[in-house]
């Protein structure tokens, strides 16, 4: 089932000549772990605000093309719809908390959708036992460090359970155990049926378990399709470590640690 | 030469008893690049903070000795560069920023030419990307004459190229006889410090040198290493037998190709 559908997208900011994205095309389903990944500066953060509408809401800026999420066109979508349909956790979650304690600030949007008492209770406690930080629960969201907010802020996209999730750099400040942790829980999402969108420079542990990878640069798409198939055209973004390793006789290359030790322990038995 | 001593510091933050460091006592004599690790929470934030003084200790000191000149003045030998890199940059653009710290235009030009930022130079700060924004606050803070440089997450948003430079910059900066410390969490800067501190529970849990610290960390911690640490290590294990240590990827391809793994 197709949830977002996005047909010839070109972005340009107010006041700048260049198409910050151009002529962009996606079609996101159901089940889907996609990683959008490219330089800085390529358009991975303009194509999440557009995806969400923030572009041109907050930012004025020009746009040709259409976004529809399931099925209906982004700009016939109501605000509630909208919240309904889509989690965001941006760049800097610190710039979008509202409230002071950690379970207020993931009951915020339940409350909004008017969900009934009882059920955002269970909810706040399923969804930081999920991501592993129910010690955070009262802890007063001034005092966080980057790291724990970050997880916070994804509690709150998750909570509604919106069908398609937007994440900015997810990886980013989290330590590196929390990364596979988390890495982990995006896989588990979009195996629930989650549409998972991950921009996302941190590859490591998140490349393996996605589904699909989606490079752009200078606001196009360059490459859309299977990780392991597109190995080569991610070098110059990002690859996870185990990838840059190469050895004679073996073409394929390892995307995790286990398969870096296979191909490893095989090619040296042959020797 | 710039000496850091931080002697038996403590600290929480007012109207909180929780004490987010604990007796925490370090020094640093020669220059280099030090990383602080920890996982999510554990002060690492808080010690950059307290030693640019934006926070007082709540106990004990930090102190800083200028060769055996007596006067450090922190305002021009400190240089910070936060999470949130918009806070260091003023703008309206990377050059005038530039321009703020480095009079001769000429120089400039050549900096911005040698680095492939002569695109970006112009560019208003609000039509940068956050990874682009990122990237030039590193490089104007190390083109400050400064004797000690905290960077808090450098890594967040750059891409393979930005981190290169990264390395690139904070190598430079030792030649200079910089000391530059960075609180970071992505794995991959680990093998480029000299130096690791790791902070558990609000205390300096272990210190040393990557190559010491790095293949202990997931046996005594709650941390874990880069990949390629993580690879060699597993692969002990399944073989019961030692193979050569090393912590990046070049580093590795190199061993394979000998052929001398075992």
């Known amino acids: ?271 | 030469m710039i000496t850091i001593s931080i002697k038996d510091l403590s600290f929480h933050y007012p109207g909180t008893k929780n004490y987010i460091l604990k007796s925490f006592s370090w020094e640093r004599e020669k220059p280099g690049m030090i990383g602080l690790l920890g996982t999510n929470g554990c002060g690492k934030t808080t010690l950059l903070r307290l030693m640019t003084r934006s926070l007082t200790p709540t106990q004990g000191s930090i102190s800083y000795k200028n060769g055996d000149k007596k006067d450090f003045k922190r305002e021009t030998n400190i240089v910070y560069v936060p999470e949130n890199a918009r806070l260091f940059l003023v703008g309206p653009t990377p050059q005038k920023d530039l321009n703020r710290i480095i009079k001769d235009q000429n120089h400039v030009d050549v900096l911005l030419k040698r680095f492939n930022f002569t695109n970006l130079a112009e560019k208003k700060l609000y039509h940068l990307s956050e990874g682009q924004r990122r990237l030039i606050a590193i490089f104007i803070a190390f083109q400050i004459q400064s004797r000690l440089l905290l960077l808090d997450e450098p890594t967040i948003g750059l891409d393979a190229r930005g981190r290169e430079l990264l390395f690139h910059l904070l190598d430079q900066a030792k030649h200079q006889g910089k000391i530059v410390i960075v609180s970071t969490n992505d794995s991959r800067v680990f093998p480029q410090l000299d130096e690791l501190i790791v902070i558990h529970k609000g205390t300096l849990f272990l210190q040393g040198s990557p190559r010491e610290i790095l293949f202990e960390l997931e046996k005594k911690t709650e941390l874990i290493p880069n990949q390629i640490v993580r690879l060699i290590t597993s692969l002990e294990e399944e073989i019961s037998q030692k193979i050569p240590h090393c912590l990046t990827s070049e580093e590795f391809n190199r061993i394979l190709h000998d052929n001398r793994l075992f």
Not at chain 1, 192 to 215: C, K, Q, S, T
């Open chain 1, 1 to 271: 089932m197709t949830l977002l559908e996005i047909s010839d997208l070109s972005v340009r900011y107010l006041k700048s000549s260049q198409w910050a994205l151009e002529g962009v095309n996606f079609l996101g389903k159901k089940e889907e772990l996609t990683i959008v990944a490219g330089p800085s500066g390529c358009g991975k953060s303009t194509l999440a605000q557009a995806i969400l509408g923030l572009i041109p809401a907050f930012i004025e800026a020009e746009i040709l093309g259409k976004i529809k999420i399931m099925g209906k066109l982004l700009e016939e979508l109501s605000r509630k719809d909208i919240i309904q349909f889509l989690g965001y956790v941006p760049q800097y979650p610190a710039d979008f908390t509202i409230n002071l304690l950690v379970e207020e600030e993931i009951a915020f949007s339940l409350e909004n959708l008017a969900y009934p008492r009882n059920e955002i209770q269970s909810c706040i406690v399923d969804i930081l036992d999920q991501l592993e930080i129910s010690h955070l629960r009262y802890r007063l969201i001034t005092e966080l460090s980057s790291g724990e907010l970050q997880r916070v802020a994804l509690a709150t996209a998750i909570a509604p359970r919106p069908p398609i999730l937007i994440f900015d750099e997810p990886m980013a400040r989290i330590d590196p155990k929390s990364e596979i942790t988390l890495a982990r829980i995006l896989y588990n999402l979009a195996q629930n049926g989650h549409l998972v969108i991950a921009f996302e420079h941190r590859l490591d542990y998140l490349l393996p378990l996605a589904d699909r990878i989606v490079i752009l640069e200078n606001g196009k798409v360059i490459a859309d399709g299977k990780p392991r198939s597109l190995l080569d055209s991610i070098k110059h973004v990002d690859l996870p470590e185990v990838s840059e390793l190469n050895w004679q006789d073996i073409t394929q290359q390892p995307l995790s640690i286990n398969e870096a030790k296979r191909h490893l322990l095989k090619h040296f038995s042959e020797i």
